[in-house]
């Protein structure tokens, strides 16, 4: 990365103004025995702000998402949520994985309420918020459904329940939609962001759809190199709330065309060398 780059992403890489950070990240480096992933990552992420994360397959996106949640050790850096160092899993931030994450031998309702029994919360919690958040995802009365019995977009709103159902103050989601249909992606990003609007809190959402990180975030990150790194940030200057509306506007797609040049930057001057 050039010095301007770094400027660039360094500069920019504190929250809004008037947003408190929430998660602050420093320095952050991980490897696997040789496999350096990525390295020198810094960055914060406000109490109400999206940050989306974009980046070639393999560049560390889910390994990334996995050391912010204290799942997985660090060679380097420091991760912090509020006043807590985050060395393993804490109270409060909640994961939504790629391939759902459920489990198959309970049903909507006991996997809606696993999280919040982990959370330590009481059996007459339980029995007031599973309902409520199985029905703020759509699958009232799918209560007693195994994950096997629904499609795939069923299953990702019941994991979606499980990590809104312990109300974190920081959401995690590994490219959540990536494993449903197209048309269900697009039911999906719209009612994420409706739920968001109603409880607008931290988060971080990895995906590999330029566009659903221009739709969802408030700042894109777009991550690249061996090891990686945070090569660019992209400010998404979009009103909220966000609807379909937000898809047909010019800024739109100038910002997916800004991401897009970036990511694309390396893989077309090869491919133009390749070609000479
Ligand atoms: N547990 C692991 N042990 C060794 N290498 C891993 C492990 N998990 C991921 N990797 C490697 O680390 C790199 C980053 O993986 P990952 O974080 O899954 O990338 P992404 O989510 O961006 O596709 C890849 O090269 C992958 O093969
Ligand atoms: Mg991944």
Not at 4 to 11: Q, W, Y
Not at 62 to 75: A, F, H, S
Not at 233 to 255: K, S
């Amino acid at each position: 990365m050039s010095t301007m780059a770094l400027h660039e992403a360094a500069g920019k890489a504190a929250p809004a103004a008037g947003s408190q950070a929430r998660i602050r990240v420093c320095g952050l480096a991980k490897r696997y025995g040789t496999l350096e992933v990525f390295r020198g990552i810094d960055f914060d992420v406000g109490e109400r702000e999206v940050v989306t994360i974009v980046g070639p397959s393999g560049c560390g996106k889910t390994t990334l998402l996995r050391c912010v949640d204290g799942l997985l050790p660090v060679d380097a850096g420091e991760i912090w949520c509020d006043r807590e160092r985050v060395t393993e899993p804490i109270a409060g931030m909640a994961m939504v994985f790629q391939h759902f994450g459920l489990f198959p031998w309970k049903t909507v309702a006991d996997n809606v309420a696993y999280g919040l029994r982990m959370a330590g919360a009481s059996a007459a919690e339980v029995a007031e918020r599973v309902p409520h958040f199985i029905k703020l995802v759509g699958l009232g009365g799918f209560e007693s459904a195994y994950p096997y019995q629904m499609s795939g977009g069923m299953q990702q709103r019941c994991g979606l329940a499980r990590a809104l159902a312990i109300e974190p103050s920081v959401l995690l989601m590994d490219e959540p939609f990536a494993a449903v249909d197209a048309q269900t992606r697009e039911i999906m990003q719209f009612e994420l962001l409706r739920i968001w609007e109603t409880r607008p809190t931290s988060m971080i959402f990895v995906t590999h759809s330029i566009e659903e990180a221009v739709l969802m975030g408030d700042r894109v990150f777009v991550l690249k190199g061996r090891p990686s790194s945070i090569q660019k940030i992209v400010e998404v200057d979009l009103p909220r709330p966000r609807t379909r509306e937000t898809l047909l506007q010019p800024r739109f797609a100038e910002l997916r065309e800004l991401v897009w040049n970036t990511l694309m930057a390396e893989a077309r001057e090869a491919e133009f060398h390749l070609g000479r």
